[in-house]
C-alpha cells in the first residue's frame, strides 16, 4: 500500500488549506480507517482526524468545527479541509490507513508522508 499525500504549505491565522491523500495498492474495500494525524515541532503526533469505511468520523477536540474530514471511495482518497487555522496546528500532518488484511487478524497501519502545515500569526 503507497499513500501519497498533497497539499499543505502555508496559511495565515484564519486562513484554509486542503489535505488529501491517495491511496494506491490495495482495493478501497480493505481500507477500514483513513486518518490524518500531526506531529507539532517537540510534540509527539496526534490524531487530528479519521473516518471509516462507513462514514463514522472521529475529530481532535482541538479541531472540532473547524476542520472537516471526508473519504471519496471512488477515488482512493481522504482529505482533509482546514478551516479557521490557528498557529498552533502548524505541524507535519501525516496521512494514514488501516487496512483489513484477514478476518480476524488486527488492522494493519499504513503510513504517508508527512506533509508540513504552517500557520503564521
Known amino acids: 500500500v503507497q499513500l501519497q499525500a498533497f497539499g499543505g504549505g502555508l496559511a495565515q491565522a484564519g486562513g484554509s488549506l486542503r489535505l488529501s491523500c491517495a491511496a494506491s495498492?490495495?482495493?478501497?474495500?480493505?481500507?477500514?480507517?483513513m486518518g490524518w494525524y500531526r506531529q507539532p515541532p517537540g510534540k509527539q503526533r496526534e490524531l487530528v482526524a479519521s473516518i471509516t469505511s462507513g462514514g463514522s468520523t472521529n475529530y481532535a477536540d482541538s479541531v472540532k468545527g473547524r476542520f472537516t474530514i471526508f473519504r471519496d471511495n471512488a477515488k482512493n482518497t481522504v482529505s482533509l479541509q482546514m478551516n479557521s487555522l490557528k498557529p498552533e496546528d502548524t505541524a507535519v500532518y501525516y496521512c494514514?490507513?488501516?487496512?483489513?488484511?484477514?478476518?480476524?487478524?488486527?488492522?494493519?497501519?499504513?503510513w504517508g508522508q508527512g506533509t508540513q502545515v504552517t500557520v503564521s500569526s
Open positions: 494514514k490507513v488501516d487496512r483489513k488484511v484477514a478476518e480476524k487478524y488486527p488492522l494493519v497501519p499504513y
Open positions: 495498492g490495495t482495493s478501497i474495500s480493505s481500507i477500514i480507517i
